[in-house]
């Protein structure tokens, strides 16, 4: 059974920057796909990025396109997402997630697509 567990949340001002991390033992090498999620209050939980564990290929959502960046290191079974140039409205919680199994294509940016997650770590980003 893998499990997740991020950090590096917390408070930064406009404009600044944070790196998340996303820690995943157990079978980690079994993953096939991981990715970021979140959710501001009274929101629906929304994609972010995710990232193939094996090939690499990325993904991102329009919003976080070209500041955001995710990668990993298979080695250390953990996952990153470098935020750059933020916005108040990027304030969430942030969920790693992921899923042993290819669903298909357009599972990749769905809740649905995930069926581990981790506990979620607090980003708030003041004006």
């Known amino acids: 059974q893998v499990q997740l567990v991020e950090s590096g949340g917390g408070l930064v001002q406009a404009g600044g920057s944070l790196r998340l991390s996303c820690v995943a033992s157990?079978?980690?090498?079994?993953?096939?796909?991981m990715g970021w999620f979140r959710q501001a209050p009274g929101k629906e939980r929304e994609f972010v990025s995710a990232i193939t564990w094996s090939e690499g290929t990325t993904y991102y959502s329009d919003s976080v396109k070209h500041r955001f960046t995710i990668s990993r290191d298979n080695a250390k079974n953990t996952v990153w997402l470098q935020m750059n140039s933020l916005k108040p409205e990027d304030t969430a919680v942030y969920f790693c997630?992921?899923?042993?199994?290819?669903?298909?294509?357009?599972?990749?940016?769905?809740?649905?697509?995930?069926?581990?997650w981790g506990q979620g770590t607090q980003v708030t980003v003041s004006s």
């Open positions: 997630a992921g899923n042993e199994y290819n669903q298909g294509y357009y599972t990749y940016t769905a809740i649905h697509g995930y069926n581990i």
């Open positions: 157990g079978r980690a090498s079994s993953m096939f796909i």
